[in-house]
């Protein structure tokens, strides 16, 4: 029986019902709001087309992404791209802020501002010094989106992209910024068409056609920009997702494996085996 619903929880905001994302969405919240009523802890699940950036000002606890943990203590930035299965066990009384930015727009900010590229899933501490600025500026973002004084989305716009601009900054250096060229474009618009068809278990070749191209400019194109084949990349997200169901369903192996397209489970027991290096069942018994 085919499974077409993924195991994991997905929200619009954490606890809402999941519905379409407007291309321009932009929250902030206290860590407060939506943590206390659930008792400091946040039960992994993800956002289609939500990124979040936090920041802790008080307290601490564990970042828990794709299943591995971070340690968190006060002061520190946090970084959840959309479609990352997360959650958060929070030290009770910790204090903080949120920001949730749609997708589309940080996507709309990396075309404006090519220096601002999307950054990764990443956990931060900051020192003393950086801490200031950037608590400000999550409170008087907190401040812009609370009213319609004139200018109000120009402003929270601008702070949105001081506080991307503090975690990259924050991040560390990076290589120098490369112009997405056609290659690169063509890679994007692969991950998303992966993104949407991976349960299918399509060929490549049906891939490069929805996509417009043949099949060797999309495998020069993958080679080039992403390091690895085509095959590899629709690979590596059934693999993430098995991962996920695992870890975060009782569903059972054969129906996971239906459930990403596998015709066969005893094929789909090695495919799992030969790239996480041991059995679903192994998996799934070992992380619990």
Not at 203 to 228: D, F, K, M, Y
Not at 249 to 278: N, W
Request: charged content about 20%.
């Amino acid at each position: 029986m085919l499974h077409s619903d993924p195991p994991i929880l997905q929200f619009y905001l954490y606890g809402e019902p999941h519905r379409a994302v407007d291309e321009g969405f932009l929250h902030v919240e206290s860590l407060d709001d939506r943590s206390r009523p659930s008792e400091w802890r946040i039960q992994p699940h993800a956002h289609a087309e939500l990124t979040h950036l936090l920041f802790l000002t008080e307290g601490g606890g564990a970042l828990i992404a794709e299943g591995k943990p971070s340690a968190l203590a006060a002061p520190v930035l946090i970084l959840v791209p959309a479609r990352t299965v997360h959650g958060f066990d929070f030290t009770p009384e910790s204090r903080g802020w949120v920001v949730t930015v749609a997708s589309g727009y940080l996507l709309e900010l990396g075309l404006r501002h090519p220096d601002l590229a999307v950054p990764q899933l990443g956990v931060v501490a900051l020192d003393a010094a950086a801490r200031a600025p950037i608590e400000a500026a999550f409170e008087r973002l907190m401040r812009e989106l609370a009213w319609a004084a004139p200018g109000h989305r120009a402003a929270s716009e601008a702070l949105l992209v001081e506080l991307l601009v503090a975690w990259l900054r924050a991040a560390g250096p990076r290589a120098p910024h490369q112009p997405p060229g056609r290659q690169a474009a063509l890679v994007a618009r692969l991950r998303e068409h992966i993104e949407q068809r991976f349960r299918l278990r399509e060929p490549v070749a049906a891939h490069a056609a929805a996509l417009g191209v043949s099949v060797s400019t999309l495998r020069a194109a993958c080679a080039a920009v992403a390091g690895q084949s085509p095959n590899a990349m629709l690979d590596e997200r059934a693999l993430l997702e098995a991962r996920r169901a695992l870890l975060y369903s009782t569903l059972k192996v054969a129906e996971i494996a239906y459930g990403l397209g596998f015709a066969d489970p005893a094929y789909f027991a090695r495919f799992f085996t030969r790239h996480a290096g041991m059995p679903p069942s192994d998996y799934r018994r070992l992380r619990q």
